[in-house]
């Protein structure tokens, strides 16, 4: 007889166990459904095959008992689609995670049948419309992320039902509204980050009820109301309080202090008033930022805030800038932490209590604002660094005042203005630098009086005139660079007589003359750079001449030598023999050869007055290139790209292709050379090409694309024929390393190879900008027009829509108004007629540095409706901003450096620690770099100058560190 209670379970059990084989394919179908409405361009679900057990599929998660799905794990895939609502049968499911993908569309209300639910990640995707009220049911949900979206409307009411929710996320979306103060009843809420929003009215006071909160950001919006006075005492666990850019009033309350976990408080940009409250007990505190309230002081109330700071050990930033502080600055501030970075109080009343300064180096940060006029109460300063930082304005005549003064750096900035002549009466000073600013007007006589003087660095500013000859007084100079600056005349005669230098840069700017022979006995010399002026006359033949790996005279067309040999090596001509005789044939030469000229000029004039001609060939030099034939006929590049076949097309652009051809000369030579063929069916091609080879008939520079020649004849059917012979770069343009077809063989830029890259980038673009007259305008600057040659150097082509900037003002320039340039990386204003402008470039510049460092094209669908490459990147924190880039720029940074430096930095794991800091400071400087380069109005985006030398700063500090 059968057991009635077992009889029971078993059916229960069958019951059971069947419905649970349903649900599986349930689940199954559910997946499959998904897969079928979402676009893979990366085949990431290839796994997803119907003859494979769906637990085993990529990203999915089964229970144990019954295979059902527990988890849905696909971040970062470059997924797009909408949505499915067949999500919602997939009814044990605990953890969807989608984010940084392109999903669009709105979300699933039906999610909030998934009661089983912990975790919703869809952060950086490209939803839209508003939140489903009904997500308010999950009582079980502790993770719901909608951040970096197009989200609006409101926080519904119904979120405060969520009781287990611990981390909620909505920032950078078109929320708005109220925030719901029912918020206040999540009580185990740690993290509520909503920053970036629209959200207005009064900040609900029982959000600092919940005590334990770890993480609260609300910046960027435009919130109301006052910090309650006892919030304090009830945010034990509170770490990181960001509050910034709102309408915020009132009085920082005392009680801060007793949320005694603090690491981070942001108030800045907000109505705050009355004095700044004492920071006792906040011994974890790295960051202060109060700037930009209503902040009141006196020199008690001072002595006060700065003494309560003294337990503040990591201090890394303080900033109380623009505020109403009055009163002394208490010598206390000596006393401040060890770490701190950054201390800005500029634009306040303090007075007082730096007399006994003597060492005010603040370098390397993002200070911005004019310098004060503090100079004269620094008066026994003997070290004053602030370089590489954002300071603007003039330099204030009262630096003179630091007479004790021997090391002085404001170099890497934006200052403007002459350097004052009080700076060269400083006798005692041995270091001055000041390149990378916006420096004018010319360099002092005065200069001649710093015997002292060691190391000067004046490069990359808009000095002008001549080098007075009163620096050859300077005789302990060791390090004199003057390099792209707009210096005309001759090098003084007798620079030779520095004795001490090691390194003379005088490149890239209008020089003329002789080089003078006198540098011929310099004994230290290491490094000589005469390039790109417009030296003229022998090279000198002794000396220092003789190495030539010590000096560099490329970009001079009027240098000669007297040894062949020599002249190919330099790239220069070869003199007519002995100084004498050349003065007096040479002359008679030319004005033979004059005449001759302009006699065949006019033959020539009336010959062709009288037929056309049918072909015409435009050779355009290039010094690497002598070697090789400049006629070069349509046959020839017929045969060496194999009848243009398809195996050696390398690239197509706007108005034609490039090919890879391999040349074989007359005269033995053999070359491998790429090809650019117009396609003369579009009506902009010719005009194109004329542009492209009056662009770079006279222009060079090592990292723009060199030319070997032109050719436009007739094809063999009778056809007009153009094209451009160019040196071939064997690894291809930048968009193709930077966006491989296949990730898993194709090559990697490691961070350095992209900072080289950049640099060499804005290298090419200055040199077009202010050392080319006229001015030249790429408009065109995209990954695709940069080429890497066989060492990863990078090399500016393409200039085909290139525009010539006229110095007289009252010339009009072209408007940009049909200017066609490349969708994602042209600036704004063209968009609305804008002319053609350097700024437009640097825009260019600045977005093609961001998609490096970001793996994220300008044309991603994730960047509509308003929302840029540039915007996105902008409206992060910097954490946020590492999160985004490629994780392998930082990985292969610490791989390739922790062997060789552990012994610098202690042990294995600590250098690891050291240098993925290295990386992502890195990372952080430069995507600053590409912003300042994007800014909306042209006027405030930095010159191409400026971006190259913060690059270069950069480079210079992690290759140091």
Known sequence: MINAPFLFLSCFLFRHFHAISCNTNTDRDALFSFKSQVSDPTNSLSSWSLHSNHCTWKGVTCSKLGNRVQSLILPGLSLSGKLPPHLSNLTYLHSLDLSNNSFHGQIPKDLAHLSLLNVIQLSSNNLSGTLPPQLGHLHRLQVLDFSVNNLTGQIPPSFANLSSLENLSLATNGLEGEIPSELGNLRNLSFLQISANNFSGQFPTSIFNISSLVFLSVTKNNLEGKLPQNFGHFLPNLKNLHLASNRFEGIIPNSISNASHLQYIDLAHNKFHGSIPPFNNLKNLTHLILGNNFLSSTTSLNFQFFYSLRNSTQL???????????????????????????????????????????????????????????????????????????????????????????????????????????????????SLYLAGNSLQGSLPPKVGTMKQLETMDISDNQLSENIPMEIEHCFSLKWLMMARNKFN???????????????????????????????????????LNLSFNHLEGEVPMEGLFTNLTKFDLRGNNQLCSLSKENAQNLGVLLCVAGKNKRKIVLPTILAVVGA?????????????????????????????????????????????TDNFAAENLIGKGGFGSVYKGVFNFSNGETATLAVKVLDLQQSKASKSFNVECEALKNIRHRNLVKVITSCSSLDYNGEEFKALVMQFMPNGNLDVNIHPEDEESGSFL??????????????????????????????????????????????????????????????????????????????????????????????????????????????DKMFKEGLSLSKFVSAMDENEVLMFVDGRLIDDHEYSTQSSNTDDHGSGFESKTYWTLKAEECIADVIIVGLCCTADQPKERWSIREASSKLRAIRHSMLTS
């Open 750 to 859: 490691t961070l350095m190879q992209r900072l080289s890259i950049a640099i060499d980038v804005a290298s090419a673009v200055d040199y077009l900008h202010h050392d080319c007259n006229p001015p030249i305008v790429h408009c065109d600057l995209k990954p695709a027009n940069v080429l890497l040659d066989e060492n990863m150097t990078a090399h500016v082509a393409d200039f085909g829509l290139a525009k010539f900037l006229s110095q007289n003002a009252s010339e009009k320039r072209s408007s940009t108004l049909g200017l066609e340039g490349s969708i994602g990386y042209i600036a704004p204003e063209y968009g609305f007629g804008g002319k053609a402008s350097t700024e437009g470039d640097v825009y260019s510049f600045g977005i093609l540095m961001l998609e490096m460092f970001t793996g994220k094209r300008p044309t």
């Open 489 to 527: 005349g001759s090098i003084p005669t007798n620079i030779g007589n520095l004795a001490s230098l090691e390194t003379l840069d005088l490149s890239s700017n209008s020089l003329t003359g002789p080089i003078p022979e006198s540098l011929e006995k310099l004994e230290y010399i290491q490094k």
């Open 596 to 640: 001759i000229a302009l006699f065949i000029s006019m033959v020539f004039l009336f010959w062709t007055m009288k037929k056309k001609r049918k072909e015409r060939k435009t050779s355009l030099s290039s010094a690497p290139f002598r070697g090789l034939p400049q006629n070069i006929k349509y046959g020839d590049i017929r045969i060496a």
């Open 316 to 430: 890394q930033i303080l900033m109380i800038n623009d505020n109403h502080l009055a009163g002394d600055l208490p010598s206390s501030v000596a006393n401040l932490s060890g770490n701190l970075q950054q201390f800005c109080v500029a634009n306040n009343f303090l007075t007082g209590a730096l007399h006994d300064l003597q060492k005010l180096v603040i370098y390397s940060n993002r200070l911005s604002g004019e310098i004060p006029d503090f100079f004269g109460n620094l008066t026994n300063l003997y070290t004053l660094g602030m370089g590489n930082n954002q300071f603007s304005g003039r330099i204030h005549r009262s630096i003179g005042q630091c007479k004790r003064l021997t090391i002085l750096d404001l170099g890497m900035n934006r200052l403007g203005g002459t350097i004052p002549k009080e700076i060269f009466q400083l006798s005692g000073l041995t």
